[in-house]
Antibody
């Protein structure tokens, strides 16, 4: 069974940093592209970032480019999102998701990031 | 990177059919056959319902179907059931490994 478990969320002050992790199991992690998607409280889904199977290719939404860094450790079956220069508008539940057919086929339960101003 | 356009709400009675639209541009929906639809119940993670415009993952009822014409994709839910009440989001490939989501549609089963 595919499992994705996010961690690392919490309360951080504006301008601060946070690193999210997503532990993957139940599939060959190194064979799949991965995504981060976020959802502000009461709002819709917003795509954040995507990383290739080997980590050599990364893409970001304009709203986080230059502040967030996606990475992965295939030996540890773990996906990361380093978030710097956090703003109040980054407050959201952050989901990691497995990519297949350019879709997010499996999702974690999410981790809440709250940025206080 | 503008969000895809979805109606904020849709509704239907049990047993009826309802269609939710998702409108984009030539840079996303119109340019790729990589449109997906997700169902999200309150407090839960999203669930993939349709991928590549019209394909259903294993386990998704065939009451759910997808299509696309030009810059607009559609999700149709036939034979509405109470458990179909949820938020629905479309997404599309937007080139250069980017993805864009729609704003979401709240489906109410009357």
């Amino acid at each position: 069974e595919v499992q994705l478990v996010e961690s690392g969320g919490g309360l951080v002050q504006s301008g601060g940093s946070l690193r999210l992790s997503c532990a993957a199991s139940g599939f060959t992690f190194s064979s799949y592209w991965m995504h981060w998607v976020r959802q502000a409280p009461g709002k819709g889904l917003v795509w954040v970032s995507r990383i290739s199977k080997d980590g050599s290719s990364t893409t970001y939404a304009d709203s986080v480019k230059g502040r967030f860094t996606i990475s992965r450790d295939n030996a540890k079956n773990t996906l990361y999102l380093q978030m710097n220069s956090l703003r109040a508008e980054d407050t959201a539940v952050y989901y990691c998701a497995r990519d297949s057919y350019s879709s997010c086929t499996h999702w974690g339960q999410g981790t809440l990031v709250t940025v206080s101003s | 990177q503008s969000a895809l356009s979805q109606p904020p709400s849709a509704s239907g009675s049990p047993g009826q059919s309802v269609t939710i639209s998702c409108t984009g541009t030539s840079s996303d929906v119109g340019g790729y056959n990589y449109v997906s639809w997700y169902q999200q119940h309150p407090g839960k993670a999203p669930k993939l319902m349709i991928y590549e415009v019209s394909k259903r993952p294993s386990g998704v009822p065939d009451r759910f179907s997808g299509s696309k014409s030009g810059y607009t994709a559609s999700l149709t839910v036939s034979g509405l059931q109470a458990e179909d009440e949820a938020d629905y989001y479309c997404s599309s490939s937007a080139g250069s490994n980017r993805v864009v989501f729609g704003g979401g549609t709240k489906l109410t089963v009357l």
